[in-house]
């Protein structure tokens, strides 16, 4: 595993100990990050070193994941762009999305409509597959 630096767009109530970015990646079934209301919430990941991304598992809380996914990349100093845009569904399985390789050194994963009302996202796993370059 990579260590990379992880942030998010918001956290439910402040509340980091309970709720924080950290929860993404501790396969933990009990834990979860749970964004706080608004749209378009996001994940953002980066790299010690250029990876090659072909997947995204993810496992959000049913009631509360986003109608699309965008997924975006770029190198470190440079701009984001769109790699792909791909569609969950609303349940609480782990779901796989396969996107052709993509050389990047940060990722963000935007959530812009929310199946919350109150634009709630929370997700409880969250893989990204690849390799290094």
């Known amino acids: ?15 980091v100990k ?5 929860f993404l ?4 079934e009990e834990t979860c990050w749970n964004s706080d209301q608004g749209s378009s919430q996001w994940i953002k990941l980066e790299f ?6 072909s997947e995204i598992h993810i496992q959000f809380q049913g ?4 109608r ?22 609303d349940n609480n399985t782990l779901q796989k999305f ?15 409509n929310s199946t919350d009302f109150f634009g709630r996202i929370v997700v409880y796993h969250l893989d990204v597959l690849g390799r290094k370059n």
């Open 48 to 53: 010690p070193h250029k990876i090659c991304i």
């Open 98 to 112: 396969h996107f052709p390789e993509e050389y990047t050194e940060k990722l963000r994963l935007c959530f812009p």
């Open 18 to 22: 309970q709720f924080g970015k950290q």
């Open 1 to 15: 595993m990579l260590t990379l630096l992880c942030r998010v767009s918001s956290v439910l109530q402040r509340d």
């Open 63 to 66: 009631g509360f994941s986003s």
């Open 25 to 28: 990646f501790d396969r933990k």
């Open 68 to 89: 699309s996914c965008i997924l975006e990349g770029g190198l470190k100093e440079g701009e984001l762009v769109k790699i792909a845009e791909f569609y969950p569904e």
